[in-house]
């Protein structure tokens, strides 16, 4: 058979095929097609369950990572409330329940958030199983209204174990299955060291002054802490004011009653010294000041406790029998300078006393000064006796009506330096309130001379250190004359470059620069306080007529607080008399504790509340041997965040400095005027460890 005939034989047989076959063919061809759409659709939802599986696998990384931290921060604050550092340190079960649970449900509400902030909404109330560390673990359920459930559990490892579960998603396969649970786990711990650790910290703002109450008469202002200004008015009124306590972030008095503190039995001189001695980190602080029995012939010291509020336990030690002044609410002493851990009072006939500061006599010297000629009449008139230190050495000058007295003293040796030798300027001689000792400077802020300015008689005179010369600063007589009136007050030197002059009754204060030997050219009167009266640099209190300022203390580097007659307290910025805008503050910051035990130090963040108001702020951390950790990092400039990963785990706590520029309002006034409260944030973060 050819080819052909065959081919046409086969076509023969396929028309006489049935229709059964036909639609065997139909079916079969059906079926294919449905396995192949079933295979699309598994296919199909088995990608959504993967993606649904990744979802979750996000959402539980990131809400274990937030449980863990919130969990830890409540638990370490918990314990720092109570003073305990373990679990183990706290013997009521009870108490560790109900700790445990208040840190469970703030995780279970960080968690919460976390999913209704990405849309899952969960109005049903989470269930606990709570089983306190050290021996238990704890388990948190929360069912969302679309039927994800979401476990917690803290367990004895100290991590945190967050379990998503969801039925899959599922479009087509349902003819095929039923859609299965979906879980994802993840686990997040503190052994590497995740943790939040909040420091509390109160920044003052800068001193901008105000006016104490109570008598006048005040005069060199102390500070003790970051709140209190005291001070320890010169006389003796009787009255409670006499020892004046303020805070600084009120401006009210310390006590509650709004009265002092009276000096009861003692008086000061005209000229008190005031040292305050602030121990364990101002656990402690007591006021030494030279001071007499009232009315009576003796001089001594006096100590005053700022925390007891109170004299101290010995009061006063007698030192000195002085005569009898004409005027009876002074004394003839002055002092107490420090050397060594020993407090020194000088009377005004050259005699020089030694107490501890326990109160304890240790010695009375004769000075060079003693049995001068020249020496003041103690039975007619009250004179003065300053001084100036410079290391061990008590750069001395003392009043007379015919001259001015200097001489040295070495407290090392207990003996006169200079060889003993005593100058006398004659021109100096007034007898008047009116004389200001400061040191003399070189360009270079190198002390090179012990000085008395005369703001009455406009004179100066100044003796090297060395005590081989006696010279006068020219220009300074004529800077000073604006300064003359009855009686000054101090003078303070700042950066060894400025030096201020308290003018007193005259309501104003001079300048002189060292660094060009001239009065201070840079003054600028933008501080609507401080008014020029058209005589170069010397400045009068406009606003404040009733200032009459007497002594000073510098408060931060670019802040100068003084205190005048009438029991004001104002201040200045040295760097041209404008407002003091500048402040800093010190804080203890201790590491984060790991679970594990081990310490790690995070990132500080500086609330946003402080960087609204300032220009500058400037941290500095070191250890506390002194040690520099950081220096000098501009928070502006790093966002607030100051990164403490360089210091040593193993350190026990950093001292943390910011110094602070307050932003000025249009007036030349800073922004900045209450006290801020906050938490820095010291941030370690946590790690998965699955």
């Given at each position: ?212 109450t109570g008598k006048g008469d005040g005069y060199g ?404 041997n002194g040690t520099q950790v950081l220096t000098d ?58």
């Amino acid at each position: 058979m050819s080819a052909l005939t065959s081919f046409a034989a086969s076509l023969r047989a396929r028309r006489q095929s049935t229709p059964s076959d036909r639609g065997a063919i139909l079916v079969l061809s059906a079926l294919v097609m449905i396995l192949l759409l079933l295979i699309a659709a598994f296919a199909t939802d088995l990608g959504a369950w993967y993606r649904q599986g990744q979802s979750q696998q996000r959402a539980a990384d990131v809400g274990s990572l937030n449980g863990i931290q919130t969990y830890q921060a409540e638990i370490r604050q918990d314990f720092s409330d109570m003073g305990v550092s373990a679990w183990d340190d706290i013997a009521s079960n009870t108490v560790r329940r109900d700790l445990e649970t208040k840190a469970m449900e703030e995780a279970v509400n960080s968690v919460v958030g976390l999913f209704e902030a990405a849309g899952v909404s969960i109005s049903n109330p989470a269930t606990y199983n709570i089983d306190p560390p050290p021996s238990g673990e704890s388990t948190a359920t929360i069912t969302a209204d679309d039927g994800t459930v979401i476990v917690i559990t803290r367990n004895l490892n100290a991590e945190m174990i967050l379990t998503v579960s969801k039925p899959g998603q599922q479009y087509f396969s349902s003819l095929i299955r039923d859609a299965p649970d979906i879980v994802r786990e993840s686990t997040s711990t503190l052994s590497n060291c995740g943790a939040v650790c909040r420091i509390p910290i109160e920044i003052n703002p800068p001193f901008t002054g105000f006016q104490a109450t109570g008598k006048g008469d005040g005069y060199g202002p102390l500070l003790y802490g970051e709140e209190e200004i005291w001070a320890v008015n010169h006389h003796n009124f009787g009255s409670q004011g006499d020892i004046i306590c303020m805070d600084r972030e009120t401006q009210a008095p310390c006590r509650a009653d709004g009265q002092h503190y009276a000096l009861g039995n003692y008086q000061t001189g005209n000229r008190p010294v005031e040292y305050i001695d602030v121990d364990n980190f101002g656990a402690t602080g007591k006021i030494y000041f030279a001071s007499s029995i009232k009315d009576s012939k003796r001089s001594g010291l006096a100590c005053f406790d700022v925390v007891a509020r109170r004299f101290c336990n010995t009061p006063y030690v007698d030192l000195f029998d002085m005569g009898t002044a004409q005027w009876p609410n002074t004394i003839n002493a002055s002092g107490p300078w420090e050397y060594n851990g020993k407090l020194y009072v000088l009377a005004q006939d050259g005699q020089l006393g030694c107490v501890t500061k326990a109160m304890t006599t240790c010695g009375i010297w004769e000075t060079a000064a003693f049995g001068h000629p020249n020496s003041p009449n103690l039975l007619t008139e009250t004179q003065i006796a300053h001084g100036e230190q410079l290391g061990s050495k008590l750069y001395v000058s003392q009043d007379t009506y015919v001259g001015q007295i200097f001489h040295c003293w070495d407290f090392a040796t207990s003996a006169p330096c200079w060889g003993g030798t005593v100058h006398f300027v004659g021109y100096m001689g007034s007898g008047s309130d009116d004389h200001l000792t400061h040191f003399r400077y070189s360009s270079t802020g190198v002390e090179t001379g012990i000085c008395t300015s005369d703001i009455i008689g406009q004179r100066n005179a100044c003796v090297s250190l060395d005590g081989s010369a006696v010279t006068e600063i020219v220009g300074l007589k004529e800077h000073l004359k604006p300064l003359k009136q009855d009686w000054g007050g101090d003078a303070i030197t700042w950066n060894k470059e400025r030096t201020f002059f308290a003018g007193g009754n005259s309501n104003r204060i001079a300048c002189w620069d060292w660094t060009t030997n001239s009065a201070c050219q840079d003054v600028t009167t933008a501080n609507p306080a401080v008014a020029s009266l058209g005589i170069l640099n010397v400045y009068e209190f406009a606003g404040k007529k009733d200032v009459a300022p007497y002594g000073f203390a510098q408060v931060s580097e670019f802040c100068i607080i003084g205190l005048g007659h009438n029991s004001i307290f104002y201040s200045f910025n040295p760097k041209g008399m404008s407002s003091c805008v500048d402040t800093e503050v010190e804080t203890k910051i201790e590491p984060c504790t790991c679970a594990n035990g081990d310490n790690k130090w995070g990132e500080v963040q500086i609330p946003d509340e402080l960087l609204n108001m300032v220009d500058d702020l400037v941290a500095t951390v070191r250890y506390d041997n002194g040690t520099q950790v950081l220096t000098d990092v501009d928070l502006i400039a790093e966002g607030g965040v100051l990164d403490l990963s360089p210091a040593d785990p193993n350190a026990d706590f950093l001292w943390l400095k910011l110094e602070v520029k307050s932003r000025l309002n249009l007036d030349g006034t800073p922004v900045w005027t209450d006290p801020i409260t906050a938490d820095l944030q010291l941030v370690v973060q946590p790690t998965l460890t699955d």
